[in-house]
């Protein structure tokens, strides 16, 4: 069993930063990939960043590069994503999502476990 937990969601103004967290737990190996992924309502999820947590390879969305950082702190099985310049589009709920090795890591398919979400909100 694997468990997902984020955190770090909020309401931040329009230019501001927050920082999200996915903490780990579970088989060990059952997450050396992780992404986020986000989903506003009436919108199809969406990829945001995915991290190979052995190779440290980083991956992101082309909405977000440039403002968004994906980080892990294998120690602590944990991994963050940095979100800084926030505009009203980034609102939406944001997922942690888990897999044993890598894919297609911008498909939510290549993913077996997924966090409960934390919304993200930006005001203009």
């Known amino acids: 069993q694997v468990l997902l937990v984020e955190s770090g969601g909020g309401l931040v103004q329009a230019g501001g930063s927050l920082r999200l967290s996915c903490a780990a737990s579970g088989r060990s190996g059952s997450t050396n990939l992780m992404g986020w992924f986000r989903q506003a309502p009436g919108k199809e999820r969406e990829f945001v960043a995915a991290?190979?947590?052995?190779?440290?390879?980083?991956y992101y969305g082309d909405s977000v590069k440039g403002r968004f950082t994906i980080s892990g702190d294998n120690a602590k099985n944990t991994v963050y994503l940095q979100m800084n310049s926030l505009e009203p589009e980034d609102t939406a709920v944001y997922y942690c999502a888990g897999a044993p090795r890598n894919g297609i890591v911008f498909r939510g398919s290549t993913y077996h476990y997924w966090g409960q979400g934390t919304q993200v909100t930006v005001s203009s």
């Open positions: 991290i190979n947590r052995s190779g440290g390879n980083t």
